[in-house]
């Protein structure tokens, strides 16, 4: 392998899915896991097929239909898991099985009552019974964060010895700091004869949010491949962020490692997770998140509207964004008002554009966000009281035995339009039929379900966010019909982009 080529093995199907409530079927996994192959990482960690049908099944499915990648599957230093993972594995045109056992001191004495030689043969045991199977065999030190580097280094030269292909030394539990962990992974290198013959992995946790940092810590010391998940999700406070890791070696030049990862489909990788486990990114989770390349403050959206690189590292178009947010606040400066309004079609100069900020202050001292409808209003064209759009009516029919469709009728210029589709849920269905109407061809970005009240009685806020042309336009809805409120945000989102292009 190049020496500076890092391996970007991705959990999220494995460890990201342990999240409570983030639980996906099948189907669900194959689609996550053709995205995460068109994103180029080297490894999938598809599944623990012994801990229930459902994992055997998805990695036997995701075997079948992935080409490129490895697939990989955990087990235990157990023989009834190694052939469990072996036969899940038959399909895969590159197969690896993953196993391993505690080496600290508090998993050898509390969790599996043994000592330090029986686990050495057990991992040795293990190791060679998974070669049996597989040629590409990984071996996972549990707890490696908090193992003694002296024994360590003695458990990883055995199962070297052994047959391993890949070692990875886990910070299981998040415990260890960047210096600590780099100094882990240099002593390996240095303090085990064959370390040559294999890959060291890293697999940080975030308890104490320096997965990533541990992450690279553990590359520039000698690790060549790290094990990531998208969105930085996984049990507890998560896993180390593919898109950190992958855009750090990307931005920082001077560090000179590379990935195979093509960055421009993290965006829509992230969004996919997001979506599917249900588990909204944080506004400001770096590269991902909302606000990652948005700008409020006058001083900063003066300076990105001049020089992007003034304020931003990294290009939103490297990840898949088509440009920066300049989000409009009390602190927001005339540069920023002035870019907006003209996206909307109204150049203003000189006393003009000082009187509408002046009343763009005041407004924006009382009201929290200062949306496309506000701005118009302030320089003179009322668009509340007369949108584009207009949702007159909504049916659903779903359920469990039901194809879900919907139908709705919307005012458009003026005049009645119904139409009605199916999709594989009543949201989905009811955006079809609006599309149905509206024929623009829009790309929908972002779709974010929030409660505003607490119980059985929530309002739900709906946010969504969609692109046209290189542009993107945001649309909010609420009610207590979650569909409602998402039907309504989509078409005040299309309200928006219908009136900067109104031929679209």
Known sequence: ????????????????????????NTIEKIEVAKALEALGVDIIEAGFPISSPGDFNSVVEISKVIKEPVICALTRAVKKDIEVAAEALQYAKRPRIHTGIGTSY?????????????????????VKYAKK???????YAEDAGRTENEYLARVIEAVIAAGATVVNIPDTTGYCIPEEYGRKIRFLKENVKNIDKVIISTHCHNDLGMATANTI??????ARQAEVTINGIGERAGNTSLEEVVMILKCRKDIKYTTGVNTKKIMQTSRLVSTLMRMPVQPNKAIVGRNAFAHSSGIHQDGVLKHRENYEIIDPREIGLSESAIKLTARSGRAALKHRLERLGYKLEGDRLNEVYEQFLALADRKKDINDDDLLV???????????????????????????????????????????????????AAFTAVRNIVKTKVK??????????RGMDDVGKVHVQIEYKGANYYGFGANTDVVTASVEAFIDALSNCLMVNPKA
Do not use: W
């Not at 330090?116 to 045991?125: D, Y």
């Not at 929908?444 to 505003?452: G, K």
């Open 106 to 126: 508090y998993h050898i004495n509390y969790k599996l009552r043994s000592n330090q030689e029986e686990i050495i043969e057990r991992a040795v045991e293990a």
């Open 217 to 222: 810590a553990g590359i520039m010391n000698g």
């Open 444 to 453: 929908l970005e972002e779709y974010l379900v929030q409660a505003v009240t």
């Open 1 to 24: 392998m190049a020496d500076n080529k890092v391996y970007i093995f991705d959990t999220t199907l494995r460890d990201g899915e342990q999240v409570p409530g983030c639980q996906l």
């Open 378 to 428: 302030l320089v003179g064209e009322e668009r509340t009281k007369d949108k584009i759009l207009k949702l007159e009516y909504l049916n659903v029919v779903c359920g469990k035995s039901a194809i879900p469709m919907a139908t709705v009728k919307l005012i458009y210029n003026g005049q009645e339009h119904m139409a009605s589709a199916t999709g594989v849920g009543p949201i989905d």
């Open 133 to 139: 199977f597989v040629e590409d065999v990984e071996f």
